[in-house]
């Protein structure tokens, strides 16, 4: 049992599991926004960037992990409803191209702020479990008290947006909101504060996300941290479907180990390309994602 | 119509200033003579554009004439320009010939690419590896290499396209950005890994040009001229190519195929092939542009070819105005003088020219102008130039 445990293929698929659970929340936070307002937002991770630099900067001298989390995921919300209110809302009805764009220039403002405000040079968050691997008998698992907490905060944060989503009022509200907003709004559902919310929800989670990246792999926290993250996190949600958060969640963790295993038997260079090409098989076997139940569009 | 009149005056005496000026203030009798044919020629192209019924009957002549004497005006600037300047328009024309690219994909077809500055990394490897391998080759052959390269990463890259809309596509495309870094590391021994490639020989100045100038001037200011030169002639003939694609009955179809793609199906229109052959005209033409950036700067990194390049070309497109042929002209001049103008602005406003926020100007301009103009004036600086036009000619 030792020996399995710390075998290579377990190795890996620990491994990629902590790295998938990240892909998961970066994708959840996406269809999130994909759903309500159907828009992909391309300066998710920047947003999250952000967010962390706001946590962990500011309150440097304090140091305390959990009061700089909390703030990070503050000024997450708060950041992701000053966008949807500013910016996103004059995008409802545009060509499709046109909140592309906007977000991606919005990519540009916020990693060129963070970058003028607190510089390129990478940042170390504090931890606040240990980062080294548990042994056992002297080898060991690939698997850490930190990355345990990783993956626990991960599953946390999804069966809150789950609970919110299914069992609470906002939460019905904000599904009738992104399903049909002509009826939700003779319903009495104020259609623009829960497009808001939904905006608010996502960033948050994105503020999450950037913080465990940021304290967990070897770059720390820099402006551009979270680009080859998002990268993946839209790999994970294109394959799973923009529409399906169960989606995201699975192809985020079947992606993280998978690409583990390719990491290690092939080369860490090989990575971003089977995720390349996975994306392209994928989309042009099933355009609306493997999770999406019925193809859908509107003409 | 007065104001069309008004406006090809101005430009006319503007060259007839531009011409005498550099006629005069020119080193040796030679140069002299050869810019005073180039301003007779412009003058020559304009006074064919003021005749009304060139304009009305045979636009091909007209759109050759325009070309002939925006590259005029070009040329005789840079043979005036110090050298540092000629490195930034021949740096922008070749820019303006990507943005033509992009401007066409999205203006024309309606897709959107993240990935045309690793296009462009296609062909500015391509001119290395193949000048590393083949140091006689003729310029016109790598270029036309680098172009054909450019094609044919766009087709493997245009076949998934064909079924991905919108925000798909786009996801898609930044992907590629996002792995181009990684197929350039995996590549190492051709592409020379992190440090990029050096060309074996600069590209120099041919003998007749040298000759125009005197003796005792530097090379390196002769071959400036001569880069600038090539550059704008090539974005010049790219410009007038596009300019004729977007009048044919193929441009056409595009944009029935952007406005109502069902409608361009009804009528005959294949939408597959449509999207692919768009996406690899904008693709020869990034690589195109990368090609002279790597002849330009005599070397190629591959840090110059991420993701940010990529979202430049986007924003200098959306600024300048999407799927118009001046808004890719306006963009190019702004990324050829946008550094130089952040300079400005650095000194003029005390900033510490090391410091984080100079070295993060260009980005924070480019990306508030990108969502502003998104946001208030999506057809950019040219959409808003012609509606002002629109409105002073009532």
């Known amino acids: 049992m030792d020996a399995f445990l710390t075998s290579r293929p377990v190795a890996d698929i620990l491994g990629g599991l902590t790295n998938g659970v990240i892909y998961s929340l970066v994708a959840l936070s996406l269809v999130l926004i994909w759903r309500s307002t159907r828009i992909l937002n391309f300066a998710q991770g920047a947003m999250a960037m952000l967010a962390a630099y706001v946590g962990f900067a500011i309150l440097a001298p304090t140091t305390n992990y959990w009061i700089s989390m909390g703030v990070a995921v503050v000024a997450g919300i708060v950041l992701g409803g000053l966008t949807e209110r500013t910016i996103v809302r004059a995008l409802y009805g545009k060509p499709e191209i046109n909140p592309v764009v906007a977000m991606v220039g919005f990519l540009l403002v916020l990693e060129s702020v963070a970058a003028a405000i607190w510089s390129t040079v990478s940042r170390s968050l504090p931890t606040p479990f240990s980062i080294v691997d548990w042994q056992l008998r002297g080898r060991p698992v690939a698997m850490s008290p930190f990355a345990l907490y990783e993956v626990v905060t991960a599953v946390v944060v999804m069966v809150v947006i789950a609970v919110v989503f299914q069992f609470t009022r906002v939460g019905l509200q904000l599904r009738a909101a992104a399903l049909n907003p002509e009826v939700s709004r003779l319903l009495g559902v104020r259609v623009h504060r829960m497009l808001t919310v939904g905006w608010m929800l996502a960033s948050g989670v994105g503020a999450i996300t950037a913080v465990l990246v940021a304290s967990n792999y070897f770059t720390g926290l820099t402006p551009t941290t979270m680009d080859g993250v998002f990268a993946f996190g839209f790999i994970a949600a294109a394959i799973g479907g923009l529409d399906s958060p169960v989606g995201a969640l699975v192809s985020g963790v079947a992606l993280g180990i998978a690409f583990q295993f390719v990491g290690d038997y092939l080369n860490s260079n090989a990575i971003i390309l089977v995720a390349l090409g996975l994306l392209i098989v994928s989309l042009m076997v099933r355009p609306n994602g493997v999770f999406t139940r019925r193809a859908q569009r509107r003409v | ?394």
């Not at chain 2, 992190?194 to 040298?210: C, H, I, M, T, Y």
């Not at chain 2, 530097?218 to 400036?224: G, P």
């Not at chain 2, 004729?244 to 441009?251: K, P, T, V």
């Open chain 2, 1 to 394: 119509m007065r104001q069309r009149v008004l406006v090809s005056s101005v430009v006319g005496v503007a060259l007839v200033i531009a011409a005498l000026d550099a006629t005069f203030g020119v080193p040796t009798t030679r140069l002299r003579v050869a810019l005073a044919l180039l301003g007779a020629l412009g003058v020559a192209a304009l006074g064919g554009l003021s005749v009304a019924r060139t304009r009305r009957d045979h636009p091909l002549v007209t759109r050759v004439l325009v070309t002939v004497v925006v590259v005029v005006i070009a040329l005789v600037a840079t043979a005036r320009l110090s050298s540092n300047v000629d490195t930034d328009v021949a740096i922008g024309a070749a820019m303006t010939i990507v943005l033509l690219g992009l401007s066409f994909l999205t203006g024309s077809s309606g897709q959107i690419s993240l990935g045309n500055g690793a296009f462009m990394g296609v062909g500015a490897f391509t001119v290395a590896i193949w000048a590393n391998h083949h140091a006689t080759s003729p310029l016109i052959l790598v270029l036309v290499l680098a172009v054909a390269a450019g094609a044919a990463v766009g087709f493997l890259l245009g076949l998934p396209a064909t079924r991905l809309r919108g925000p798909y596509l786009a996801g898609m495309t930044l992907a590629f950005a996002v792995a181009f870094g990684a197929v350039l590391n995996v590549f190492g021994s051709w592409t020379g890994g992190d440090s990029g490639l050096q060309l074996p020989n600069a590209e120099n100045a041919p003998r007749w040009l040298v000759h125009l100038y005197p003796a005792s001037t530097a090379s390196l200011s002769v071959n400036s001229v001569w880069l600038a030169a090539l550059s704008v002639v090539s974005a010049g003939v790219a410009l007038l190519l596009m300019a004729n694609l977007f009048a044919s009955r193929f441009g056409r179809a595009m944009r029935l195929v952007r406005d109502n793609d069902v409608a361009a199906e009804l009528v005959g229109i294949s939408l597959p092939r449509a999207r692919v052959v768009a996406f690899v005209v904008s693709a020869a033409y990034a690589a195109l542009g990368g090609a002279l950036w790597t002849v330009v700067n005599n070397a190629v990194t591959p840090s110059t070819y991420g993701l940010a390049l990529s979202i430049t070309i986007l924003s200098l497109v959306v600024i300048g105005g999407i799927g118009t042929i001046p808004g890719a002209i306006i963009g190019g001049l702004i990324y050829a003088f946008a550094n130089s103008l952040i300079g400005w602005i650095t000194t003029h406003t005390g900033l510490n020219p090391q410091g984080n926020v100079a070295s993060q100007l260009n980005g924070i301009i480019f990306g508030v102008l990108l969502v502003a103009t998104i946001v208030f004036a999506p057809m950019g600086i040219s959409g808003a130039l012609r509606r002002l036009w629109a409105h002073r000619s009532r």
